[in-house]
């Protein structure tokens, strides 16, 4: 399975818009890419999910570029209660495999 | 109702006792999942059910013994654990991409 790279952790504050970058250059054809949130001591959190393009939903927006080969989330206006765990996925298809990668550490401060 | 439910939420055990971790969901999901998350890990796939078939063991130690009685419930048998083997468990279902996560059972092996 592709192996994602993240940056280990990222800072920023309230009211900004963070963009966090996922690399994946080895990402194959029917492979999707989602993200997920985690809280300490809670279980995941399903963000977005895409293919190619732009994704954007109520909470976040997901850059692909025509290559596939990194994607970028997009938290508008991050707030306090944004601080938590970011992973980026590739997976899907008939098993529904999912392989967390490190994730990334997001710290909003006031 | 969009929720995964495990119980317990914590587990002490000896390394002599025989112990069982539950998971349930009632959104009609055909694919649940048990997940091992160490602290300031992230969550390693151990075994993936699929129409209450198992589909897929990561090479998870026989001292881990996955069950899944119906459509609706998920289990996790544990005997004669390593104290390496205390961590968060998470449960998870899915219908399609979307993994919905339950908040896990913190497991202390003594």
């Given at each position: 399975l592709a192996k994602t790279t993240q940056p280990i952790s990222m800072d920023s504050y309230e009211g900004q818009e963070v963009n966090i970058t996922c690399s994946h250059n080895n990402i194959a054809t029917n492979d999707y890419i989602t993200w997920y949130q985690q809280f300490p001591s809670q279980g995941p959190r399903f963000i977005i999910q895409g293919y190619k393009t732009k994704v954007t939903n109520e909470v976040a927006s997901l850059f692909i570029p025509a290559d596939r080969k990194s994607s970028t989330l997009s938290l508008p206006r991050v707030s306090l209660s944004d601080t938590a765990v970011y992973y980026c996925l590739l997976g899907g298809g008939a098993t529904n495999k999912l392989i967390f990668g490190t994730g990334t550490l997001l710290a909003v401060q006031p | 109702d969009t929720e995964v439910t495990q119980t317990p939420k914590h587990l002490v055990m000896g390394m002599t006792n025989k112990k069982s971790l539950k998971c349930e969901q009632h959104m009609g999901h055909r694919a649940m999942y048990w997940y091992k998350q160490k602290a300031k890990k992230p969550p390693e796939l151990m075994f993936v059910y699929s129409y209450e078939k198992?589909?897929?063991?990561?090479?998870?130690?026989?001292r881990f013994s996955p069950e899944c009685p119906n459509s609706s419930l998920l289990n996790l048998h544990l005997h004669a654990l390593q104290p390496e083997d205390s961590a968060l468990y998470l449960c998870a279902s899915s219908q399609g991409d979307e993994q919905y996560f339950g908040p896990g059972t913190r497991l202390t092996v003594t």
């Amino acid at each position: 399975l592709a192996k994602t790279t993240q940056p280990i952790s990222m800072d920023s504050y309230e009211g900004q818009e963070v963009n966090i970058t996922c690399s994946h250059n080895n990402i194959a054809t029917n492979d999707y890419i989602t993200w997920y949130q985690q809280f300490p001591s809670q279980g995941p959190r399903f963000i977005i999910q895409g293919y190619k393009t732009k994704v954007t939903n109520e909470v976040a927006s997901l850059f692909i570029p025509a290559d596939r080969k990194s994607s970028t989330l997009s938290l508008p206006r991050v707030s306090l209660s944004d601080t938590a765990v970011y992973y980026c996925l590739l997976g899907g298809g008939a098993t529904n495999k999912l392989i967390f990668g490190t994730g990334t550490l997001l710290a909003v401060q006031p | 109702d969009t929720e995964v439910t495990q119980t317990p939420k914590h587990l002490v055990m000896g390394m002599t006792n025989k112990k069982s971790l539950k998971c349930e969901q009632h959104m009609g999901h055909r694919a649940m999942y048990w997940y091992k998350q160490k602290a300031k890990k992230p969550p390693e796939l151990m075994f993936v059910y699929s129409y209450e078939k198992l589909s897929i063991n990561e090479s998870v130690p026989s001292r881990f013994s996955p069950e899944c009685p119906n459509s609706s419930l998920l289990n996790l048998h544990l005997h004669a654990l390593q104290p390496e083997d205390s961590a968060l468990y998470l449960c998870a279902s899915s219908q399609g991409d979307e993994q919905y996560f339950g908040p896990g059972t913190r497991l202390t092996v003594t």
